[in-house]
């Protein structure tokens, strides 16, 4: 390998996981910071959870009550 050119590697750095959970791996970083991991994804646990961490399903949400307080009373078209 060229010297110089290479970021520094770390073959333990500590992975901190959102949900607490921390495992180490090979990295160019000591500590890497995540808000998902094999422990807790979806895709591993099997939950049909929202991986929503911008709040943008929230913000829909409140977006949607909003509407829908505005439409009390009024007449709802049949169909
Ligand atoms: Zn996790």
Redesign the pocket.
Known sequence: MKKGIHPEYYPQAQVI?????TFTTGATKPVIK????????PFFTGEQRIVDTAGQVERFMRRLEKREEGTKGAKVRGG
């Open positions: 996981c959102g949900c607490g959970n995540t808000d998902i991991c094999s422990a807790c994804h």
